[in-house]
């Protein structure tokens, strides 16, 4: 039984226009002890995407830096993603093994 629920960006809001191995959503991850995570995931192929964009569009200094996502993946499906939380939840708590910008909240 897992610990955690997640809402997938991709499932539910146009659910048939996702590129699996080439994109970015975000995510809901909810812990059974009332944590609750929002994160932001691209693919490996999306970073290059973006950069790639940054180049035409001329943002971030036309491509010198990226802002990376909350976490990368290989590709945007429920079953990658929950193996991905998953292993994460094993190591420790998401806001200790993924970077800073992950907040954690407790409803009381």
Request: with cysteine; hydrophobic share 35%; proline share 3%.
């Amino acid at each position: 039984m897992k610990n955690f629920k997640l809402w997938l960006e991709f499932e539910e809001v146009d659910p048939d226009n996702w590129n699996v191995n080439n994109d970015f959503c975000n995510i809901h991850v909810e812990l059974n002890d009332g944590r609750k995570y929002g994160l932001n995931i691209w693919t490996y192929n999306f970073l290059k995407t973006a950069a790639d964009y940054n180049v035409v569009s001329g943002e971030n200094l036309k491509g010198l830096y990226i802002i990376p996502p909350d976490l990368f993946v290989q590709e945007l499906t429920r079953d990658c993603i929950e193996k991905t939380i998953d292993d994460l939840l094993k190591n420790g708590n998401l806001e200790e093994v993924l970077n800073l910008s992950i907040i954690s909240k407790n409803e009381d």
